[in-house]
C-alpha cells in the first residue's frame, strides 16, 4: 500500500523557495531541493502524531525543517517565518 504523503513535496518546496532572497534562490541546486523536500515530507509523514490533524502551522515547521536541512538560517519574525540573509 503506497504512503499517503501530508503534503505534496513539490509545492512544499515551491513555496520555500519563494521565501529566498534572489541571491540566495540563486545558488540553489533545484533538483537537490526537491529531493530533500521529499525526503522531509516523507520523515513527516511516517510521524505517527501527524496522523490525526495536520494543520498550517505544521506545515510551516515542514517548511522550516527543509529551510535549515538546505543550510539556511531561519527564525519566527512577528509569528511569521522568515529566512534570514546570509
Do not use: C
Not at 4 to 29: F, H, W, Y
Not at 41 to 54: A, H, K
Amino acid at each position: 500500500m503506497a504512503q499517503q504523503l501530508l503534503t505534496n513535496p513539490i509545492r512544499l518546496a515551491d513555496r520555500a523557495l519563494k521565501m529566498l532572497s534572489t541571491e540566495q534562490a540563486a545558488g540553489v541546486d533545484i533538483l537537490e531541493f526537491y529531493e530533500l523536500s521529499e525526503q522531509i515530507v516523507v520523515r513527516w509523514s511516517e510521524r505517527s502524531i501527524f496522523r490525526g490533524e495536520f494543520g498550517s502551522s505544521d506545515r510551516t515547521f515542514m517548511m522550516r525543517d527543509l529551510l535549515e536541512s538546505a543550510g539556511f538560517k531561519t527564525r519566527f519574525v512577528n509569528h511569521r517565518l522568515a529566512v534570514m540573509a546570509s
